[in-house]
């Protein structure tokens, strides 16, 4: 019975654990539409040079943008099934 217990419970734990969304399959469906051409000041993917200012502000910092929203990019830049971890991930890869 324990053993019953404790393979439900581990179960349970691991179905409530959101898996990580791939940083690409993120840009795509959520990112894509204003970081492809910059609209309203958003910096382009790939473009390391507008990047930088927001790097240096720290991955927390870009994190909290996104999540609260900043100037014309909507909170949670419209991913709302995105983790902290999924927009560090797709920002990461995003500045590249």
């Given at each position: 019975?324990k053993?019953?217990l404790?393979?439900?419970s581990?179960a349970?734990?691991?179905?409530?654990?959101?898996?990580?969304?791939?940083p690409e399959a993120v840009?795509?469906?959520?990112c894509?539409?204003?970081?492809?051409?910059?609209?309203?000041?958003?910096p382009?993917?790939?473009?390391a040079e507008a990047?930088k200012p927001?790097?240096?502000?720290?991955?927390d910092a870009?994190?909290?943008?996104?999540t609260?929203?900043?100037?014309?990019?909507?909170?949670?830049?419209?991913?709302m099934?995105?983790?902290?971890?999924?927009?560090?991930a797709?920002i990461?890869?995003?500045?590249?």
């Amino acid at each position: 019975m324990k053993k019953l217990l404790l393979a439900v419970s581990l179960a349970a734990m691991t179905a409530s654990v959101q898996a990580a969304q791939e940083p690409e399959a993120v840009y795509n469906k959520a990112c894509a539409v204003c970081h492809n051409a910059g609209v309203a000041g958003a910096p382009k993917k790939g473009d390391a040079e507008a990047w930088k200012p927001r790097l240096e502000k720290g991955m927390d910092a870009l994190v909290a943008s996104v999540t609260n929203g900043l100037n014309a990019m909507p909170p949670r830049g419209m991913c709302m099934d995105c983790s902290a971890e999924d927009y560090k991930a797709t920002i990461e890869w995003m500045s590249k």
